[in-house]
């Protein structure tokens, strides 16, 4: 059964920083393309960050540009998010999500979703 | 940043009815639009991808339609397991943004 599990989520003071990891199972890791997807508490669905499989192409949403950092680990099957200067506006449901197609550049569709880890952002 | 925008925001229907939701970009997107639908406290779940192709095990009563910058997302004979929010999100450039949502109430 292709899976994600999310964790590392938790309750941080502003300026502070986490690191989120996602763990993935059933599937070739290192033939996809993944990416962090936020939702914050009754809002709608962001996108944050995406990585190849090769971890050699790298994007982002300007909201987090020079703040939070994706990195991947094919040996481990693990995608991971490095959130440092996080802000009160980064309080939100973080998933981590596959991309439909082998391969791809950069994200297609986003078929396999985590079952998401909640970040706290307040003092 | 390519806008996406759908609506209504929000709509109530019956079991059985059908049901239309919209998205518009703000430029065109040739058909690179995907289709979610989002239950509470869960994940979003692909239902739609390439405008019009159903992911694999979603009802054939989702239908995705539409080219350029307007695309529908129709449910024929709305079930009670399709009350839901639905986003629609754009793959054509970066950054990947996503709709508002649409939230289907029960009538």
Known sequence: EVQLLESGGGWVQPGGSLRLSCAASGFTFSSYAMSWVRQAPGKGVEWVSAVSGTGNSIDYADSVKGRFTISRDNSKSTLYLQMNSLRAEDSAVYYCAKDRVRYSSGPDAFDIWGQGTMVTVSS | ?107
Do not use: H
């Not at chain 2, 806008?3 to 518009?24: E, N, Y």
């Not at chain 2, 192709?53 to 024929?76: A, E, K, Y």
């Open chain 2, 1 to 107: 940043d390519i806008q996406m925008t759908q609506s209504p925001s929000s709509l109530s229907a019956s079991v059985g009815d059908r049901v239309t939701i919209t998205c518009r970009a703000s430029q065109s997107i040739i058909s690179f639009l995907n289709w979610y639908q989002q239950k509470p406290s869960k994940a979003p779940k692909l239902l739609i991808y390439a405008a019009s192709t159903l992911q694999s095990g979603v009802p054939s009563r989702f239908t995705g339609g539409g080219s350029g910058t307007d695309f529908t997302l129709t449910i024929n004979s709305l079930q009670p397991e399709d009350f839901a929010t639905y986003y629609c999100q754009q793959s054509y450039t970066s950054p990947w943004t996503f709709g508002q949502g649409t939230e289907v109430e029960i009538k």
